[in-house]
């Protein structure tokens, strides 16, 4: 600039220069030092000073050098300076200026003026005077309150107005971390005033403030109203009210809040070091407002939180959550945990260096009633543990925690467990350990009682250890791996001891299967990881012991199953050893099939009889016995469990009791949708060909048949368990069919051959017969009708019937008419002297619990014409004691009866006559041959009857008891012409010995004096 001295005059021009990056301009400056009152004038002009550049003595930055006031100062002023050597220095008048781009505490604020005071020997720079009341009454602190300065104090007073400022911005400009999903725009309305003397005094500021946020979004929550008021005074800001209302949906009754609705108070020391104390309300808070911090808290979707905060920390942590103290009693509403609703969680929450913990929780969910505490890390993991307690535990549910597709069974039951659980929200990850106890457990239609396991889980896999119960009647222990995640693989050792089978099987199939005894052994299971298309590949390995388990009766020995599955394929085989063979099914259900299973049974080497005793056959049956094998292939439709199977069955080496019966019978095995089929049954059975066909209705067994034929079949071996001490011979044909159901049924027709019993021989004979059994009652009746055979040339007509059950019952009747004694006497091989004549008659029989002749009863009536004594057995031996003229003519007139019971055949009447002799047999034959018989012979001319025996005959009743005293006056009377006999020893080897007459029998005299008429005929 330019300067002027003139005799202590000083006068300066046009200067300029360069401070706090704007400029000063003295216009102009007079310095008259011309007296010892001396004085200056100057007259300045600035124009964009930065305040922040300020010298620190101007007391405008902190400790820190950071500026709370900001902007561009522009102004004028017009000073004057005056010395009085008495008083001093003197100044006088005034400036203004204006802080433009004006910004307070990093907020845009409005233009701040300025005035330039005199101030005694100097000027002071100050606000213009602030207007009365801005400021509210300084609030009640626990602490000693500062003086508050009057409106006549000097402050920098401005406002500062924000309008739509994004809420993002906000925190990056505080220096704050910005939360994912916060989003929205503020509006601040703030009034403050710094002091100008002492503005580095945060005790001495004052102001007041409203925020208010609009279209906010907390975590991806709307906000529909969000707004705070707060004081500044003393050195404390409160906040005297903060409301958020988060989808609100009713309106807060007097002293409570609304749904939806936070509020919260509090006071702020602002120095550094200094507490932070706020409490807080919320009602059905959305629980997604805390995902920022807990990330897997933003699916809850529904859920909400009501709870009552206090909580503290310090100014200067203020934005770290770690660094508060809080204590909070809470509820949560609808909470999920994947597929589990929790209605309502309760709780205390203290958090304390960084540490929330939450005691005397209480909730409920699907799966129980839970008790618990828990602990939550406030670091960048979140890690947790959490204690819990369930009771009433519903297992039915229990697929909502893990998923309908890890379950191979429905479970249902009520338990109780412990756990521990431990992980981190972020990222999420989780495992739990514990121990789960039932009383009782269904697994599908399975029940397993006083159950106990130890597990521990996590997001890969599922482990059980000493786990274990009681199932069907038995125990059941198991260690097992069940993996969760697809890359994780597993596994399950199922033992099982003392299991009641036919339970088992009952409660599997829901059907009554003929299958009794226990079961123990080892179960298998393997699992492999997911491949590419979400499948595992599972095997089965089953290892069953005999612990007196059956099958339809039959003890089976061990069983062993290989079960594998496989992309949708399974695949697998049972082996099992019974009765001395081998069992084998084979199974293959491919992706592929359209829903087929194919497979093959395979039986070796069964013995039948073993079967039939265990299915506790009757006592014939059990005496079958065969050698078994089948060979069938099969196919099962699994949507309609549909089977279709088409193979052999072949029997080897049929007997019975030890007798031969066929090599082997063989048979083509069909079956079909509703039935088997038994077709082509073909075999040599006694030397003779069997052909037939066997149907099983399998949906109406009433409907079941069968029928076949045998050809030339060897009676001899047909019939020899049942007949070999009568040495049958011959050959037999038959047609027969009949049906299969609760009752076997059989008719047909037989055709024997050349019927030999003991080598005689009995001729042809021809029979329909029907048989009938139930073996549920064990009853059954075998009928042979119109029999008819020749015999000795004659015929033999007749019928008989064998019952059984409850015991058994045989009745028959058998005709025969004009055999050929001498035919008879060759057929059973009796040659010592040739018979003649022929014989008629019928014999009637019947028998109960019949398991000898013993048991038979018959009765025996025929007659003999034109018969030679030599060629009758018995009375043969009886000739050489009778007069030579009186056998050797034929008897014209013959006649027996006779009768058998209990093994002994009791002959009541074996007469022959002719014109010279008259012979009556009675007594007994035992069942072995011994005989005890005595004969009656009366000999001489029999033509002319005398006068006295006819009187006498006529006294005798033609039925009943005869007198004793007519039984003693006919003996004597006929004692003359009397012979009589004893015959003893063997059928073979009679004894005959004559011996003498005491009393003719009743039989006798009937038959003597019935022969003899009174015309001596």
């Known amino acids: 600039g330019k300067v002027e001295i003139d005799n202590g005059l000083v006068k300066i021009r046009e200067v300029q220069g360069m401070a706090a990056k704007g400029i000063i301009e003295l216009t102009k400056a007079e310095l008259d030092f011309r007296t010892d009152n001396y004085q200056m004038d100057y007259d300045l002009k600035i124009r964009d000073m930065r305040i922040q550049d300020m010298p620190d003595a101007w007391g405008l930055r902190d400790k820190k050098g950071n500026s709370f006031v900001q902007g561009v100062v522009a102004g004028w002023a017009k000073l004057k300076f005056l010395h009085d050597p008495v008083k001093g220095m003197q100044t006088s008048g005034s400036g203004l200026g204006l802080i433009e781009q004006a910004k307070l505490l990093g907020f845009s604020a409005k233009p701040i003026p300025l005035e330039l005071k005199s101030d005694g020997a100097g000027f002071k720079l100050a606000p213009l005077p602030a207007k009365p009341g801005l400021l509210p009454a300084a609030p009640k602190t626990e602490k000693p309150q500062t003086k508050i300065q009057g409106n006549n104090s000097l402050f920098f007073q401005t406002e500062v107005h924000l309008e739509d400022i994004p809420a993002r911005d906000l925190f990056a400009m505080m220096g704050a971390k910005v939360p994912d999903g916060i989003a929205g725009k503020l509006k601040l309305d703030l009034q403050v005033g710094l002091p100008v003397e002492n503005i580095r005094d945060p005790n001495a500021y004052l102001g007041q403030a409203r925020v208010e946020f609009k279209n906010i979004l907390l975590s991806g929550i709307p906000v529909s109203d969000f707004h705070a008021d707060a004081q500044m005074q003393n050195g404390e800001i409160v906040l005297s009210e903060l409301v958020a209302k988060l989808g609100a949906n009713g309106e807060s009754a007097k002293g409570k809040i609304a749904p939806g609705e936070i509020i919260a108070a509090g006071r702020i020391d602002i120095r550094e070091k200094g507490i932070v104390h706020l409490r807080s309300q919320a009602s059905s808070v959305p629980m997604g407002l805390f995902s920022p911090w807990m990330p897997e808290l933003g699916k809850q979707t529904s859920s909400t939180i009501s709870f009552g905060l206090d909580a503290k920390t310090t100014v200067a942590k203020a934005l770290d959550l770690s660094a508060w103290e809080a204590g909070s009693l809470f509820r949560v509403d609808k909470f999920f945990f994947k597929e589990l609703l929790f209605p309502t969680i309760e709780g205390r929450l203290n958090l304390f260096q960084s540490r929330l913990e939450a005691s005397d929780l209480v909730s409920s969910c699907q799966v129980g009633k839970l008790l618990g505490q828990a602990t939550l890390h406030l670091n960048q993991a979140m890690p947790f543990q959490c204690k819990l307690n369930v009771k009433s535990l519903d297992s039915s549910n229990a697929y909502l925690l893990f998923g309908k597709d890890k379950f191979f069974f429905d479970p249902n039951g009520l338990g109780e467990i412990e756990a521990i659980a431990s992980g981190t929200f972020s990222p999420f990850d989780w495992k739990s350990s514990g121990k789960l106890l039932f009383d009782k457990l269904t697994l599908g239609r399975f029940l397993l009682e006083k159950n106990h396991v130890e597990w521990r889980i996590d997001p890969n896999k599922l482990v059980f250890n000493d786990a274990g119960g009681n199932i069907m009647g038995g125990r059941w222990s198991a260690d097992a791996e069940i993996p969760l995640a697809s890359l994780s693989t597993g596994n399950i050792k199922f033992n099982i001891q003392d299991i009641d089978a ?296 007749g019928a008989t019937e064998y019952r059984w059950g409850v015991g058994n019952a045989l009745t028959g009747n058998l005709r025969f008419q004009s055999l050929e004694m001498k035919a008879l006497q060759a057929q059973f091989s009796d040659t010592r002297s040739p018979g003649s004549g022929t014989v008629q008659g019928k014999l009637v029989f019947a028998g109960r619990d019949v398991k000898s002749l013993d048991n038979i009863t018959a009765n025996l009536e025929g007659t003999l014409t034109h018969s030679r004594a030599q060629g009758i057995p018995i009375v043969r031996d009886l000739v050489p004691f009778l007069p030579v003229a009186a056998t050797g003519t034929f008897f014209d007139k013959g006649e027996l009866k006779a009768r058998m019971d209990r093994g002994i055949i009791r002959i009541q009447r074996l007469a022959l006559s002719n014109a010279l002799v008259m012979v009556l047999i009675e007594g007994n034959i035992s069942s072995q041959g011994q005989m005890d018989l005595e004969a009656t012979a ?79 005929q």
């Open 502 to 797: 036919g339970l088992l099987i009952r409660t599997a199939t829901e059907k009554e299967l003929p299958i009794k005894g226990k079961l123990g052994g080892v179960i298998q299971t393997n699992f492999s990881a997911q491949d590419k298309t979400g499948e595992r590949e599972v095997s089965f390995n089953v290892d069953l012991n005999s612990s007196g388990y059956e099958i339809l009766g039959i003890p089976l020995r061990q069983t062993k199953a290989l079960v594998n599955w496989k992309r949708g394929s399974l695949q697998g085989n049972v082996n099992t050893e019974f009765a001395e063979g081998h069992g084998k099914l084979d199974f293959n259900l491919s992706s592929g099939s359209k829903g087929k299973m194919i497979g093959n049974l395979n039986i070796n080497g069964i013995k039948m009889r073993q079967l039939l005793v265990a299915m506790d056959a009757n006592d014939q049956l059990r005496r079958l016995d065969a050698v078994c094998n089948v060979d069938l292939p099969y196919e099962v439709d699994i949507d309609s469990l549909q089977i279709s199977a088409n193979g052999k069955l072949v029997l080897n080496r049929v007997s019975h009791t030890n007798y031969l019966l066929s090599d082997q019978l063989q048979g083509n095995v069909v079956v079909e949708k509703n039935g088997i089929t038994i077709k082509d049954i073909a075999g040599n059975l006694a030397d003779g060909q069997l052909r037939g066909i066997a149907v099983l209705n399998l949906e109406n067994m009433e409907s079941s048949f069968y029928k076949g034929t045998l050809t030339h079949a060897e009676m001899g071996k047909l019939f020899a368990p049942w007949m070999a001490n009568l040495k049958p011979s011959g050959k037999l044909d038959t047609r027969f069919s009949g049906k299969l159901g609760r009752e076997i049924t059989a008719n047909g027709e037989a055709f024997a051959i050349g019927l030999k019993f003991h080598g005689a021989d009995f001729g042809d004979w021809r029979s329909p017969y029907d048989y009938s059994v139930a073996p549920s009652r064990g009853v059954g009746n075998f009928v042979m009708r119109d029999i008819s055979g020749s015999v000795a040339g004659g015929k033999v007509y």
């Open 938 to 1016: 009366r000999t001489g001319s029999l033509s002319v009857l005398p006068e006295g025996m006819r009187n006498l005959g006529l006294k005798m009743p033609a039925i009943g008891a005869v007198p004793l005293e007519v039984i003693s006056q006919a003996t004597g009377a006929l004692a003359a012409g009397i012979l009589h006999y004893k015959i003893t020893g063997n059928y073979k080897n009679p004894i005959v010995k004559s011996v003498p007459l005491t009393l003719l029998t009743e039989e006798s005299l009937r038959f003597f004096f019935g022969r003899l008429t009174p015309s001596g």
